[in-house]
Nanobody, 115 residues
Framework: QVQLVESGGGLVQNGGSLRLSCAAS????????MGWYRQAPGKQRELVAT???????NYLDSVKGRFTISRDKAKNTVYLQMNSLKPEDTAVYYC?????????WGQGTQVTVSS
């Protein structure tokens, strides 16, 4: 079993920055990728950014150039640096971890960007 705990969400103004953190614990040895998803009110959850154990990253088109995903293997933690935030980035952000049998999710952290 894998447990994921997110932190770093909050309220920022248009153009501001936040850094989200996700710490993984439990049976972490089989994890091959981690990432961030988000869900805005009335919309489906969407992939924001992922990173594999080899360091390959993938981003939602609308966040490319603004968000950066990274990981600290020693701390089993993945980060999402969010710059130039826009109101349309407002959502609950969820950490995700994948092994070959299941996907695991954190509880979510709210990001709100005001105009």
């Amino acid at each position: 079993q894998v447990q994921l705990v997110e932190s770093g969400g909050g309220l920022v103004q248009n153009g501001g920055s936040l850094r989200l953190s996700c710490a993984a614990s439990g049976s972490i040895f089989g994890i091959y990728a981690m990432g961030w998803y988000r869900q805005a009110p009335g919309k489906q959850r969407e992939l924001v950014a992922t990173i594999t154990n080899s360091g390959i990253t993938n981003y939602l088109d609308s966040v490319k150039g603004r968000f950066t995903i990274s990981r600290d293997k020693a701390k089993n933690t993945v980060y999402l640096q969010m710059n130039s935030l826009k109101p349309e980035d407002t959502a609950v952000y969820y950490c995700n971890a994948r092994n070959f049998n299941a996907a695991y999710w954190g509880q979510g952290t709210q990001v709100t960007v005001s105009s």
